[in-house]
């Protein structure tokens, strides 16, 4: 067991110091609670405006990427309609090309068709006046029937004369 002596200046000594700690130790100590204290609400409430900027920032986030798939979307559909346009356009045009074509070609054909008919036909006349006068110098060659065929047109003349007039 301590000393009653010991013991009273223990307990002087401690009330002393608990009288400089209460004078200027606890204000301080309480102080630079209040001070953390105050620090970490504020630090709190700035963390809770954090979660909901960064909430809103999300949000905004998921909707600007929804807008730029409907404008990829939209870009997509208009260069699809585009693509089958300028196809359905070459197509169009490529029929066009084909019966401008076809009808030149048909064009020519008959041209060249005409031609040789006609080619065809003025050897055939001329073929035919060449058979005609051998056949006719043949069939000729004595006065006596070149006199007998005079008589044989003159006669059919004056009967498709007459025929006319009737």
Same mark, same amino acid.
């Given at each position: 067991?301590?000393d009653s002596g010991l013991l009273f200046w223990?307990?002087?000594?401690?009330?002393?110091?608990?009288?400089?700690?209460?004078?200027?130790?606890?204000?301080?100590?309480?102080?630079?609670?209040?001070?953390?204290?105050?620090?970490?609400?504020?630090? &709190?409430?700035? %963390?809770?405006? =954090?979660?909901?900027?960064?909430?809103?920032?999300?949000? $905004? @986030? #998921? *909707?600007?990427?929804?807008?730029?798939?409907?404008?990829?979307?939209?870009? &997509?559909?208009? %260069?699809?309609? =585009?693509?089958?346009?300028?196809?359905?356009?070459?197509? $169009? @045009? #490529? *029929?066009?090309?084909?019966?401008k074509i076809v009808a030149e070609a048909k064009?020519?054909?008959? %041209?060249?068709?005409?031609?040789?008919?006609?080619?065809?036909?003025?050897?055939?006349?001329?073929?035919?006046?060449?058979?005609?006068?051998?056949?006719?110098?043949?069939?000729?060659?004595?006065?006596?029937?070149?006199?007998?065929?005079?008589?044989?047109?003159?006669?059919?003349?004056?009967?498709?004369?007459?025929?006319?007039?009737?």
């Amino acid at each position: 067991m301590p000393d009653s002596g010991l013991l009273f200046w223990m307990l002087v000594i401690f009330i002393i110091v608990l009288a400089v700690l209460a004078k200027w130790g606890f204000p301080v100590i309480t102080s630079m609670v209040d001070k953390r204290r105050k620090y970490i609400d504020e630090s &709190l409430g700035l %963390a809770k405006k =954090a979660d909901e900027k960064m909430a809103n920032l999300l949000k $905004e @986030q #998921a *909707r600007i990427i929804g807008e730029a798939r409907e404008e990829q979307n939209k870009i &997509l559909k208009e %260069a699809s309609e =585009a693509k089958n346009n300028i196809i359905r356009q070459a197509q $169009e @045009q #490529a *029929r066009d090309e084909a019966a401008k074509i076809v009808a030149e070609a048909k064009t020519r054909i008959e %041209a060249e068709k005409e031609s040789a008919l006609s080619q065809i036909r003025s050897q055939v006349a001329l073929l035919s006046v060449n058979v005609a006068e051998k056949v006719i110098r043949e069939n000729l060659s004595s006065d006596a029937r070149q006199q007998e065929l005079i008589k044989k047109m003159v006669e059919e003349s004056l009967k498709i004369e007459d025929n006319t007039v009737n």
